[in-house]
């Protein structure tokens, strides 16, 4: 097995026991952009960790449309549940190629009664996903418009996976105008006028399906306000 994933910050307290049965009992494995990890009502034998690429996770609205939750990178625990007498509860997909760490969730399990320090990190994380979740219902709210919702998603994606350029911060992943649509929540031709509207102001550059938040400041203030600063 590679030896990238033991590096993980999030690993950095873990016990070297739980370290060794990880090693042992762990095993990476490659997924090409696209491809399912789990799916939702499918009981999970495994806790995976995201060790390269990207990964969604996303559920079905009761018209089967795609309404994604969450982009998780490096590092990231993807598992809803971590114990194996749960179910997950939604779909987890790869964005691009991906290496992903699999553990059986026995293994995982009992690596926790034995470790705290996996128990804390197991928590600090669902605790992350339950606050991004809350951050997400507040700027939904009907009272924002479409421009600041998708504005916000945007920031936020070029402080996860920005790169900075001379134009501005590059959100390095494809991002089409669909993949943001479900992000959204929202129709395709809602999503594209929404696009060009920020294209308009000012605060996003498009080239095909790469974005590039001109000004994260600017931005920001715009999401939270609605207030266009030159």
């Known amino acids: 097995m590679r030896q990238s994933w033991k590096s993980f910050s999030c690993f950095s307290t873990l016990s070297r026991k739980t370290m060794e049965e990880f090693e042992k009992y762990g095993s990476i494995e490659i997924y090409k952009k696209g491809e399912i990890i789990f799916r939702a009502k499918e009981e999970l034998e495994y806790v ?4 390269s690429g990207k990964s969604m996770i996303y559920n079905l609205t009761h018209h089967g449309k795609r309404k994604i939750l969450f982009i998780f990178g490096k590092e990231a625990l993807l598992n809803e549940h971590v114990m194996n007498s749960h179910y997950a509860s939604f779909y987890c997909e790869t964005i691009e190629k991906s290496k992903i760490l699999k553990i059986p969730a026995s293994c ?6 034995e470790d ?5 990190m197991v928590l600090e994380n669902q605790e992350r996903k339950i606050w991004r979740l809350g951050h997400q219902l507040k700027n939904t709210m009907g009272s924002i418009y479409m421009e600041r ?9 070029s402080r996860d996976f920005g790169v900075e350029t001379e134009d501005g911060i590059l959100i390095d ?6 993949f943001l649509a479900d992000m959204m929540g ?3 031709e809602t999503t594209s006028k929404t696009c060009k509207m920020l294209v308009d102001y000012g ?4 080239n095909r399906k790469k974005i590039t938040v001109v000004d994260p400041e600017r931005m920001a203030k715009f999401y939270k306000t609605g207030e266009i600063s030159m």
């Open 108 to 113: 995982f399990v009992g690596c926790m009664k």
């Open 203 to 206: 605060l996003i550059s498009m």
């Open 149 to 157: 919702k998708l504005a916000a998603k945007l920031w936020k994606l």
């Open 116 to 120: 705290f320090a996996l128990v804390q």
């Open 173 to 178: 992943m494809s991002l089409s105008v669909t």
């Open 48 to 51: 995976y960790f995201q060790v």
């Open 186 to 188: 929202a129709p395709r």
